[in-house]
């Protein structure tokens, strides 16, 4: 029905045109005045029902994206500053392993020093117990060869005198020829 009338009131606007004003602009009043309610009417239904509706999409849509830019600015931001904590944290555990390796290479080389002194003293301890052991086999060989001897000039003398000498005597005799051989 509204239809209807707009669009009879349409049609007398057209056939009736006015010489002068929006006439002589090829403007119909009447057609100008009806397309105007309609445009009003249209954009009241519109605000009514479609704008408000349209208005909250976009402003979530708008706040969306601004905390969606916020977010990313602060991790961006948060990104930045973990990274510097990284090396930080990376710079410290080059000091703090630099630091254990010169401490383990002073270590070894203390350990390998005292390693040295200490294989010196036992070297030094082997040769002198070895140098004790030698004089005390050649002390008793001594012993033994002049036990030996002792007991050749005995049975020499015996021989060459025929009579047993006593024992102080004999003594005697074989320090006198011990000495004398020393002396040669």
């Known amino acids: ?58 402003d979530k849509r708008q706040k969306t994206i601004e905390d969606g830019v916020k977010s990313a600015q602060e991790m961006a931001s948060a990104k930045e500053k973990l990274e510097k904590e990284v090396d930080k944290l990376r710079h410290e555990a080059r000091v703090k392993a ?22 010196e003293e036992k070297t030094d301890k082997m040769i002198k117990d070895a140098k004790k052991k030698i004089d005390e086999e050649a002390e008793r060989s001594r012993r033994s060869l002049k036990s030996e001897i002792v007991s050749l000039v005995v049975d020499t003398t015996e021989k060459l005198i025929g009579s047993k000498v006593d024992s102080a005597k004999d003594k005697a005799l074989i320090e006198d ?4 051989g020393k002396g040669q």
Not at 22 to 50: M, P, R, S
């Open 1 to 58: 029905m509204v239809y209807n009338f707009l669009t009879q009131f349409a049609n007398e606007a057209a056939s009736s045109e006015e010489a002068g004003g929006f006439g002589a602009l090829g403007i119909d009043g009447k057609a100008f005045i009806v397309q105007l309610i309609t445009f009003l009417i249209v954009f009241w239904i519109l605000k009514k029902y479609v704008f408000d509706k349209i208005v909250d999409v976009l």
């Open 98 to 119: 630099d630091e254990i390796i010169s401490e383990s290479k002073a270590q070894s080389e203390d350990m390998i020093s005292k390693a040295t002194v200490l294989a």
């Open 177 to 180: 020829a011990l000495k004398s």
